[in-house]
């Protein structure tokens, strides 16, 4: 067996009992196509280096066969301990995993402000994951290594944030930054890309191998799953939902630009648009804010049902793009802002579908996931699982060439 095909083989072993829980031998060779005699190889290969290991199978019943006791293989939970941490305006979530993806405990990091120099930010998060570690109960050199999941434009492959709210600068190698304080791995991603993690890992996404989570908190941000892996595009920094274009020379946008999606969606743009001059400034009033705004339209303020409505119905046509463009089993909407259901309210989901490629099949179901800021974290930590694993099965490449 060639040695790149032999990778490939691990790796599909590896993930495919990740995802089953528990499995036999026989079972792995028929889902994943390898042969038996390879399946045996193999997983005797991560047995030696500690990634799964050998559980006995529960009895069938009385009846059951006598002889030598049946075996399964699962994750080895032990191998490893990750964190992730989830950025927000506010807080740093993070969560601690063990190497099968049990939470083992889980800290809140208050920010003294939303955003950083670069330096400044690096610093906040080191602080966050080593309190995180205090609180749980863990030394932080044990930790294998760092997902961490930011908002705004962010080049997984590389660690450089090209774009965030939360630095005050562009185009940032925060990664290298990061690596100077921990002693672990880190790896950088975009939120909503783990929040897809999330969702393949532990929610609806088990069920279904392409779907899209569209995530809706300050801005809007898109996870894209094909096949059950994370679609980044070509430069690792793609899905960007928020940012395509819907207008020429629109309303201002966050990121800089003009006529993104999300300059009309987004809380600070339905505030800029009711007159809030400050509504950039997304520390401290903006939710009393939004929940005022949202109370008069459904109080029948003309105005502030309008532009509620109009959100809505661009954030309908944005849905329905994508559903002609992918054509997913699944939409997941998630995020803080489903405390407000402007965006995904009955006719808003009607205006969606009265905008998609009409065939004779329904339409994808499209689904309010309201998860809390840990269980993103979580699927920082699901990233962080997935890239140690790499790193392992990399180190086995090398010790067998």
Known sequence: MQL????????????????????????????????????????????????IEEVPREAAGPGSRRGRPRVDLRIRAAAHIVAGMKVTERTVSTVLLDFEGSQIGEHTFPLPAPDFTPE??????????????????????????????????????TNLVHWSPHLTRRNVQLGALLQERFSAPVFLDND????????????????????????IESGVGLGIVLGNEIYRGARGCGAEFGHTKIQLDGALCR????????????DYALLREAGHED??????????????????????????????????????????NLVNIFDPQLIILSGERMQFDYLYAEQVMEAMRDSIIQVDMPPPEVVIHRWGNHMWAKGAAAYAIDRVAEIALRDMSDNAA
């Open 192 to 215: 909503a890309n783990l929040v897809a993690m999330a969702e393949l890992y532990f929610g609806h996404g088990r069920e279904v191998s392409d779907f899209l989570v569209v995530t």
């Open 279 to 320: 509504a950039f400034a997304t520390w401290g009033a903006q939710d009393h804010r939004m929940k005022t705004l949202i109370d008069a339209a459904l109080s029948g303020n003309a105005r502030a049902a309008d532009i509620v409505d109009r959100a809505g119905r661009i954030f309908a046509l944005g849905l329905a």
């Open 120 to 157: 400044g930010f690096a610093e906040v998060l080191h602080a966050a994951l080593e309190a995180a570690a205090t609180e749980v109960g863990v030394a932080s050199d044990t930790i294998s290594g760092i997902g961490i999941g930011l908002a705004g434009t962010v080049e997984a492959s």
């Open 4 to 51: 790149d095909q032999r990778d490939a083989n691990r790796r599909s072993l590896l993930t495919n009992i990740r995802l089953a829980g528990q499995i036999a031998r026989i079972d792995l060779a028929q889902r994943t196509g390898i042969s038996q005699a390879s399946v045996t190889t193999i997983t005797a290969e991560l047995i030696r280096d500690g990634l």
């Open 255 to 266: 990121c800089g630009q003009r006529g993104c999606l999300e300059a009309y969606v987004a």
